[in-house]
């Protein structure tokens, strides 16, 4: 388990590359060094809540329930993110 960490306004991303759906294709999406933490949380919560509205639809019209284990996946993450921005909002005042 991770010792927690004050929080510090130097934390920052370090350079990080997903492969997606493209394996010779690396480096075609990369976060960027030097991005504050928190920044980076926010465009987390919205790109999972994203993810998020788009696995519910699928799970409406599907036959079967496997799609609302991601459903269900996809809102304990953003549940955690989201708890974890706004405790490092607070933890800024």
Same mark, same amino acid.
């Not at 549940?79 to 909002?89: D, E, P, R």
């Given at each position: 388990?991770l010792? !927690? @960490?004050? /929080?510090? !306004?130097?934390?920052?991303? $370090?350079?990080? $590359? $997903?492969?997606?759906a493209l !394996?010779?294709?690396?480096? +075609?999406?990369?976060v960027? %060094?030097g991005v504050? @933490? +928190?920044? &980076?949380? *926010?465009? %987390? $919560?919205?790109? /999972?809540?994203?993810?998020?509205?788009?696995?519910?639809?699928?799970?409406m019209?599907?036959d079967?329930?496997? !799609?609302?284990?991601?459903v269900? +996946? /996809? *809102?304990n993450?953003?549940? +955690? @993110?989201? &708890?974890s921005v706004?405790?490092m909002? *607070?933890a800024k005042l």
């Amino acid at each position: 388990m991770l010792k !927690p @960490v004050p /929080l510090h !306004p130097k934390i920052l991303t $370090s350079n990080r $590359s $997903s492969r997606g759906a493209l !394996p010779d294709h690396d480096k +075609l999406f990369a976060v960027q %060094a030097g991005v504050p @933490v +928190l920044d &980076a949380m *926010e465009h %987390a $919560s919205t790109l /999972l809540d994203t993810a998020l509205n788009s696995a519910r639809d699928l799970a409406m019209e599907a036959d079967d329930h496997k !799609p609302w284990a991601v459903v269900y +996946l /996809l *809102e304990n993450t953003l549940a +955690l @993110v989201n &708890a974890s921005v706004n405790g490092m909002l *607070e933890a800024k005042l």
